[in-house]
Every structure is written in structure tokens, then in C-alpha cells.
């Protein structure tokens, strides 16, 4: 959710595009109330969800291009390392201007882009943004609210669509979710959204407290703020509160966040009992909850920013959905910036049908749909953990279009959250069989199987690849130190503003010392790190298991123990430490407490000796 800070300057060729969207031919008309209003779609925008992030295509000087629609952000940006991929130049934004997310603020700079096409339309010299971190596997930034605004929007993403509308004939009393019959049920709430590219903010109550809530397609999961959350009786401490890791976005920082129980969510005339939500550390400014796409997903809506409205209908399902989330105390490639943790969910009880089952797929029983309906809602499907479904639905898509390997590759993605390696590496080697320079599938087909293919992926990828942070612990698995060190040198290079940089400078510190390699550098990475570590943090005690690897190649065994102590006390489970801490005391001569410690690592990592000795650490 970046929000624009001390703005001094209009950039006046968006709206000549958003005009050239509105005139690309002749409006798509859906009337209500027996021809009295008309809505006039004036596009509709295929979307692909990659895990929660919903994206669109685009192009870039003629370059096929992602972005995820980022309804929270009142701009389009693009990442610093992904203008550098692109060969974009890029110039001082004006005194005072930068960006501020929900993990703090950062410098923003601005580049031209000499061809920007998006849905057909094509305009030349059009500035985006260039700030922050890269927050979404396989985009180049996100398309925000200068975009989105200057129509009404319907967000149909468990289709995999996005559509904009434009109203014509309709007051402020014409109920404008066109898709609901007179015996369904929908909710209506009021919205907010006077500022000029702003964001939709809306009402709700948490356990009796209202809560102004600011509808967030990238937010990637509804979040409700620690100071609302404690307006509602709810706090890191309470009965039922555990760790949810840490969050980032285009700010620098890292956020503390936590799974909490909520008694009753409502909204419009919707109300989920025995939630479980995200609660974070940060501050929303107007707001304070992001509604993010796993209500996205659950929900049609339609954001009327001409009445200043906003229509929704629930499809079936879970609606703050947490159980096929990954749990880990760092960011990685493969999943989101967000670190999630396994947590119930719920589905509305009042206001929608109860214990309905997701919508499945029309294009299942349609025959006039083609291969891609099939894989965007397929991928719709498997974000919200609909598997069985998404799995017919991405299977068709390979069937009528058995040339194309992205649905291969998506279908492979899909057989890997459901824990089947097989297939997956099957639907791996057909990708890249057609396709034999995809990165990405390269990249994953060396967790299966081939790790010849991070070679190839390394000499295919662009420098600036963000893949690069994914591929350097892909390197570490396969032992092969050295490899892993430059991926992070690579990545690090080009992503010095994200907020993951203390992930990869503490990674990079461990394979250093792993290695036995540049210890100086080795411990000038992991200070760095420690900077930014929250005192008593999962990430606090990771940097510490780091800085005693370091301490122990160096010899300073006092201070590789104090390390590993102050790791072993916050994270008791992390193997690494209690073999290292083994180790230390083994050559102080203090034989049984290091054999003691030994036995506890074998006893979490039966194979950790193993690991330690193929790079000359023995007892």
C-alpha cells in the first residue's frame, strides 16, 4: 500500500491513457432497472494470480511484462531492479517526494517509458514511478490507482478478471452489482474516496469495534493493525496469539505480525464468527486494515467510485484463508514477502449462503471458453487452496493448448503444494521441453530434481533477476557454496532499497562462514543484518546462529558460544546452533556438555555432522 508523500507534480499522460482505455471501441452494456441505467465496460483486464498476487500483462519498449494490480497503491511503480533489467534511465523525482508503505518510507526516483502498451492501447513517454522493493514474484512493479480510478472497477478475481466500467443514466440509489439476481443476497457499504487516486476505504467491526478498512488487492493478506487490534481487545499477549512473522512491502523495514482469534468480523451484511486473523506492527494512516486478495478472492466486488460505493457477493470458501500458507521465519522467492504462519479460517454466517462450497469454475461447463479462462481461474482456484478444483482446471488448459508452457509450468506449481514431486517434475521437463530458457522453471525443476538447470538459469537470467535470491538457496542446498555467494552478490547489487537486503546479508554471511571463506566479510554482512534484527525476533536468533558459525572458523570459541547461546534461547529447534555450540565446547576441551549438545542437534537434524564435515567442521 504505497502512499504518495509531499507530491509535486502531475503526470498528466496517465490520463491521456486511461482516455485511450475508455475509446478502444464501442462499450460492452449491461443495463439495469429495465433500461434506466446502463453500465458500459470499457475493458476487461485477464488477470493471472501468482500464490495471492493477482497480475496483469503489459509491455515495456515491445518487452512482454507483469504487474500485479495493486488496488492499494495510488500509483503505478516500477522496481528499481527491474528498471535496470529493462534498460530504463531513470531521474530525480522532485524535492520532498517518496513513498510510504506499511513498513516505512523510501526514496522514489522517476523513469519515461518511450512504449507503454496495456490492453491494446498504446501511448509513448509515460512516467512511472521507480521505488522500493520488488514485492511479487514475476512482475516488474505494480498498476495502481491511477489506472483503476477514473472508472468503476469489479474485481471478479476468482475468474481471473478484472473490469472497468463506466456508468451511464445511474443515480446514487441504483444498486450497481449487475450480476446478483433479486433472490441472492449482496452486500452494500459506503466508501471513501475523495483524494485523487486514492484508495477505497470502507467500515467494518471487529468484536464490536468498528474498523475503517482499506480494500488492498496487494496486500497479499487481510492485516489489521496492532493499535486497532487493541481497540478490539486483542494483543500480541492474548489467549490464542501466536508469532506470524514478519511482512515487508515497499519500505525498508521489517514488520513484527501475529495470528490472532477473532470472535466476529462483519462487514456490510456480512458477519464471519471464530476468525483468525493477521494482526502487524505498522500504521495505515486512514486506515486500519488492509482487506486484502484472500477477500479478494472469496468475493465478486464492484468499488462504484461513481456513487462511492462498494458492491460485493460472497463466492464460497474460506475468506481469510491461512491454512495453505507456508510458516518460516524469512521471505523467500518462491512464496511472499509476507512470512505466514498455518492459521484457521472461516466463512460468512450471515449476508451469504452458509457452508457453501467455492464457486466452481463456469469455464468447467462452458464450451466456448479457451485454454487461458481455464488457467486464470485455475490459478484462482489453487490461491484460494482449492485444489482439486484448480487442478481440472489447469489440466484443460494444458489439453487445448498443449504448446504454451506457462500452464504447464503453473500446473507444475500446483502439484507441488499438494506434495506430488512426480508429476510436478513431469510438468517441469514438458516447460521447459518447450520452452527451454524459462528461468523460473528452471529454478524449480533443480528443487525436484536437475540441479544442472540453476547453471542454465544462471547464464539465461538478466543480473538483476530477482529470481537470483531463490537461486543462491537453491545453491546452498546442493552444497555448492561458492555458486550461492555469487547469486547473493548479484542480488544484493541490484536491490540495495529492499526490505529483504537483511534476509540475503545474513544468508550470504552463513555461506561465507559455511564455506570458510572472506570471514571478514562474513561477519561485516551479518552486523549489518543484526541492525536491522528485532531484539528477541526468529531473525534476531538466525543472525546469531550466523555470527557463531563465524566466531567458531575464526577460533574465538568464548564468543561463538555467547552467539549460540543467545540463538538457542529464542530459537531452541535451530539444529546449526546447538552443533555449532558442540563444536565450540568439544574444543575448549569440554567433552561432555559438547557431546551433550551434539546428540540434541543430531536429535532435530539426524544428518547435520554429515553437513558440517563436507566442509571441514568435525568434532
Not at 522496481?79 to 531521474?91: D, H, I, M, V, W
Not at 486506515?287 to 462498494?310: C, E, T, W
Request: hydrophobic fraction near 40%; proline fraction near 4%.
Amino acid at each position: 500500500m504505497p502512499e504518495f508523500v509531499r507530491a509535486t507534480r502531475v503526470f498528466r499522460r496517465w490520463t491521456a491513457l486511461t482516455l485511450r482505455l475508455g475509446l478502444l471501441g464501442a462499450f460492452t452494456t449491461q443495463s439495469l432497472l429495465a433500461g434506466e441505467c446502463k453500465l458500459g465496460k470499457i475493458i476487461e483486464f485477464p488477470i493471472t494470480m501468482v500464490d495471492l498476487r493477482p497480475q496483469m500483462t503489459a509491455k515495456i519498449n515491445g518487452t512482454d511484462v507483469r504487474f500485479m494490480v495493486d488496488s492499494g497503491s495510488f500509483f503505478s511503480i516500477i522496481s528499481p531492479a527491474s528498471a535496470a533489467e529493462l534498460n530504463l534511465s531513470t531521474y530525480s523525482a522532485p524535492f520532498g517526494f517518496f513513498l510510504r508503505g506499511v513498513n516505512g518510507s523510501t526514496s522514489t526516483s522517476i523513469t519515461k517509458v518511450k512504449e507503454f502498451t496495456l490492453a491494446g492501447a498504446s501511448l509513448h513517454n509515460i512516467e512511472f514511478l521507480v521505488a522500493g522493493s520488488q514485492i511479487d514474484r514475476g512482475s516488474v512493479g505494480v498498476l495502481g490507482q491511477n489506472v483503476l480510478h477514473f472508472a468503476d472497477v469489479e474485481y471478479d478475481l476468482g475468474q481471473g478478471v478484472i473490469r472497468l466500467f463506466k456508468p451511464a443514466g445511474c443515480g446514487s440509489k441504483v444498486k450497481l452489482a449487475y450480476w446478483v439476481d433479486r433472490s441472492s443476497p449482496y452486500s452494500e457499504i459506503d466508501i471513501e474516496s475523495t483524494k485523487r487516486y486514492s484508495s477505497a476505504i470502507g467500515h467494518a467491526s471487529i468484536n464490536g469495534t468498528d474498523v475503517r478498512v482499506l480494500f488492498d488487492s496487494g496486500a497479499y493478506v487481510s492485516t489489521l493493525t496492532l493499535k486497532a487490534a487493541a481497540r478490539a481487545g486483542i494483543r500480541p499477549d492474548s489467549p490464542g496469539v501466536v508469532p506470524g512473522g514478519t511482512s515487508g512491502g515497499f519500505g525498508r523495514d521489517m514488520v513484527s505480525t501475529y495470528i490472532a482469534p477473532v470472535a466476529s468480523f462483519k462487514i456490510g451484511d456480512e458477519e464471519i464468527r471464530h476468525a483468525r486473523l493477521r494482526i502487524g506492527d505498522f500504521d495505515l494512516g486512514d486506515a486500519d486494515m488492509l482487506i486484502g486478495p484472500d477477500f479478494f478472492l472469496s468475493h465478486r466486488i464492484y468499488v462504484a467510485n461513481s456513487q462511492q460505493k462498494l458492491y460485493f457477493t460472497y463466492n464460497g470458501g474460506p475468506v481469510f484463508n491461512l491454512k495453505h500458507l507456508s510458516n518460516g521465519a524469512a521471505p523467500s522467492a518462491t512464496d511472499s514477502p509476507v512470512t505466514p504462519s498455518p492459521a484457521g479460517d472461516a466463512a460468512p454466517v450471515s449476508g451469504a449462503a452458509q457452508d457453501r462450497p467455492p464457486e466452481e469454475s463456469k469455464a468447467t461447463a462452458a464450451d466456448n471458453v479457451d485454454a487461458a479462462d481455464f488457467s486464470r481461474r485455475g490459478t484462482a482456484m489453487a490461491a484460494r487452496g482449492d485444489y482439486d478444483h484448480a487442478l481440472t482446471a489447469l489440466s484443460r488448459a494444458c489439453e487445448l493448448a498443449p504448446d504454451n508452457p506457462e500452464y504447464f509450468y503453473q500446473r507444475s506449481r500446483l502439484y507441488l503444494r499438494m506434495g506430488n514431486r512426480v508429476l510436478a517434475a513431469k510438468d517441469l521437463d514438458e516447460t521447459l521441453r518447450l520452452n527451454p530458457q524459462l528461468v523460473t522453471a528452471l529454478v524449480a525443476r533443480a528443487e525436484t530434481a536437475a540441479a544442472a538447470d540453476l547453471d542454465t538459469a544462471d547464464r539465461t537470467a538478466a543480473k538483476q533477476e530477482d529470481l537470483r535470491y531463490e537461486m543462491a538457496a537453491a545453491y546452498e542446498r546442493t552444497d555448492r557454496i561458492s555458486a550461492a555467494i555469487a547469486q547473493y552478490d548479484l542480488w544484493i547489487a541490484a536491490h540495495e532499497a529492499d526490505y529483504r537486503i537483511p534476509y540475503a546479508l545474513n544468508s550470504r554471511c552463513w555461506a561465507r562462514a559455511f564455506g570458510g571463506a572472506d570471514l571478514s566479510l562474513a561477519l561485516k554482512d551479518c552486523n549489518a543484518a543484526l541492525k536491522r534484527a528485532k531484539k528477541g525476533s526468529s531473525f534476531y536468533a538466525q543472525v546469531a546462529d550466523s555470527r557463531g558459525l563465524v566466531f567458531l572458523r575464526l577460533g574465538d570459541y568464548p564468543k561463538s558460544i555467547a552467539e549460540y547461546d543467545a540463538s538457542i534461547a529464542i530459537a531452541p529447534k535451530i539444529a546449526w546452533s546447538w552443533y555449532g555450540r558442540g563444536i565450540d565446547k568439544l574444543r575448549q576441551h569440554q567433552t561432555a556438555a559438547g557431546d551433550a549438545d551434539i546428540a540434541q542437534a543430531k536429535s532435530l537434524v539426524p544428518t547435520i555432522a554429515e553437513a558440517f564435515a563436507r566442509h571441514g567442521i568435525e568434532r
